[in-house]
């Protein structure tokens, strides 16, 4: 049973950064071809893609947001890791992550996401 | 604005069948596969259609996908208030080396 769970603060102050961690079972990020990704939904808008992570390491990133994320995993521990520097009210969202079963594929098991929240 | 474009809204009658259109572009749609998911209001989204026209296990067949050219249509019959929700298209696009979603359509049965 493949499930994904995202951790992190649910309050961050702008300028700051955000951490959220990815833990997942019931599959291996070592697969060849598995990766996982980052989504997220600010409140009434659309689903934004953020980042991705591959079962070699390789990243990919929104190329609006490259400048602030840096995705990375640890394989040993089933965990995904997202940072995003800098934050700003804009960025209050709820953060998905989600699993590809192969780069340039479809997302096909979601987390329930996190609620992040930007504010003073 | 989403690389996809979806249109904001549509409605339909329970039974009826309405269909929801994503627009895009050689590098995404137009050489990659189309995804769709339904996402309810703090739930996790919901893979419908995988790979233009294939549905995952236990979505039932009056989900159906389908592709041509550039654009992708997602087409729900036999309506039932249990499909209002939001629904949205998805694709890799080689030029950004990333995935790009459409604004998403909310799904309104009268």
């Known amino acids: 049973q493949v499930t994904l769970r995202e951790s992190g603060p649910a309050l961050v102050k702008p300028t700051q950064a955000l951490t959220l961690t990815c833990t997942f079972s019931?599959?291996?990020?070592?697969?060849?071809?598995?990766?996982l990704t980052w989504v997220r939904q600010p409140p009434g808008k659309a689903l934004e893609w953020l980042a991705l992570?591959?079962?070699?390491?390789?990243?990919y990133y929104s190329t609006s947001l490259k400048t602030r994320l840096t995705i990375s995993k640890d394989t040993s521990k089933d965990q995904v890791v997202l940072t995003m520097t800098n934050m700003d009210p804009v960025d209050t969202a709820t953060y998905f992550c989600?699993?590809?079963?192969?780069?340039?594929?479809?997302?096909?098991?979601w987390g329930q996401g996190t609620l992040v929240t930007v504010s003073s | 604005q989403s690389v996809l474009t979806q249109p904001p809204s549509v409605s339909a009658a329970p039974g009826q069948t309405v269909t929801i259109s994503c627009s895009g572009r050689?590098?995404?749609?137009?050489?990659?596969?189309v995804s769709w998911y339904q996402h309810l209001p703090g739930t996790a989204p919901t893979l419908l259609i995988y790979?233009?026209?294939n549905r995952p296990s236990g979505i039932p067949d009056r989900i159906s996908g389908s592709k041509s050219g550039t654009s992708a249509t997602l087409a729900i019959s036999g309506l039932q208030t249990g499909d209002e929700a939001d629904y949205y298209c998805?694709?890799?696009?080689?030029?950004?080396?990333?995935?790009?979603f459409g604004g998403g359509t909310k799904l309104t049965v009268l």
């Open positions: 989600a699993r590809i079963p192969n780069v340039g594929n479809y997302l096909d098991y």
């Open positions: 019931g599959f291996s990020l070592s697969t060849s071809g598995m990766c």
């Open positions: 998805a694709a890799w696009d080689s030029s950004l080396s990333g995935v790009v």
């Open positions: 992570i591959d079962w070699e390491g390789d990243t």
């Open positions: 790979d233009n026209n």
């Open positions: 050689s590098s995404n749609i137009g050489n990659n596969h």
